[in-house]
């Protein structure tokens, strides 16, 4: 004989696995979220190792992309350009907010541009 076990029991139980499990691993909670059809605002802070700036750009355009880029700090801008090479920290010293953005904006469209052609 099996044992038997309640079905919600089971669900409740899975639910609060994955709820653990997206609670500790953000990267895995964008991905999912971004595969839903829904709209969802994240605090900049939680996503500055997580969000892609050329995905950023290429999915929501340039204008989108720089309203979006406005709710993280230039030191957060900073370290996501270095990461996928947009720009070197001698390219970015001394450069106000507004500037970092737009520089995002310019080398991160030009960088779409060439994989796409």
Same mark, same amino acid.
């Given at each position: 004989m099996t044992d038997q076990h309640d079905p919600m029991e089971v669900i409740d139980k899975f639910l609060g696995a994955l709820r653990s499990e997206l609670a500790a691993n953000p990267e895995m909670t964008y991905r999912i979220i971004k595969a839903l059809p829904v709209s969802v605002n994240f605090e900049? !802070? /939680?996503?500055? =190792?997580?969000?892609?700036?050329? =995905?950023?750009?290429?999915?929501?355009?340039?204008?989108? !992309?720089? /309203?979006?880029?406005? !709710?993280?700090?230039?030191? /957060?801008l900073k370290k996501m350009a270095r990461r996928v090479n947009l720009a070197s920290s001698t390219d970015m010293a001394r450069l106000s907010k507004d500037d970092l953005i737009d520089l995002l904006i310019s080398r991160g469209a030009q960088k779409i541009a060439e994989r796409s052609s």
């Open positions: 900049a !802070a /939680d996503m500055v =190792e997580i969000v892609n700036p050329l =995905e950023l750009i290429s999915q929501n355009g340039s204008e989108k !992309a720089r /309203d979006l880029f406005h !709710a993280f700090k230039p030191a /957060d």
